[in-house]
């Protein structure tokens, strides 16, 4: 078992910045590729990122790239997700996600979640 929790959602202005945060317990940290989701109200829940248990691989949805940023600390076990020029349709619950294996991509069997925390980007 893997127990996810997230962090760092807020309310931002358009233009601005949040990190948000996803502390891993249980088994092994570096067994598991990470993932961000996302789902806005009315909306499927869509892929954002994702990096490999071996930090070096990492894959983006076209709507974010180059505006988020995901890395990985495995001293502390947890997934970050760096998000920058944030728009309105940037608002959405994100949910941090674990999968064994090596796939690491939206395709992956993603096993484990977090609760999600809150991310609204609005004037």
């Known amino acids: 078992q893997v127990q996810l929790v997230e962090t760092g959602g807020g309310l931002v202005q358009p233009g601005g910045s949040l990190r948000l945060s996803c502390a891993a317990s249980g088994r092994t940290f570096s067994s598991y590729n990470m993932g961000w989701f996302r789902q806005a109200p009315g909306k499927e829940r869509e892929f954002v990122a994702s990096?490999?248990?071996?930090?070096?691989?990492?894959y983006y949805a076209d709507s974010v790239k180059g505006r988020f940023t995901i890395f990985r600390d495995y001293a502390k076990n947890t997934v970050y997700l760096q998000m920058n020029s944030l728009k309105p349709d940037d608002t959405a619950t994100y949910y941090c996600?674990?999968?064994?294996?090596?796939?690491?991509?939206?395709?992956?069997?993603?096993?484990?979640w977090g609760q999600g925390t809150q991310v609204t980007v609005s004037s």
């Open positions: 990096i490999h248990l071996d930090g070096t691989r990492t």
């Open positions: 996600a674990a999968a064994a294996g090596n796939q690491y991509g939206p395709s992956a069997r993603y096993d484990y």
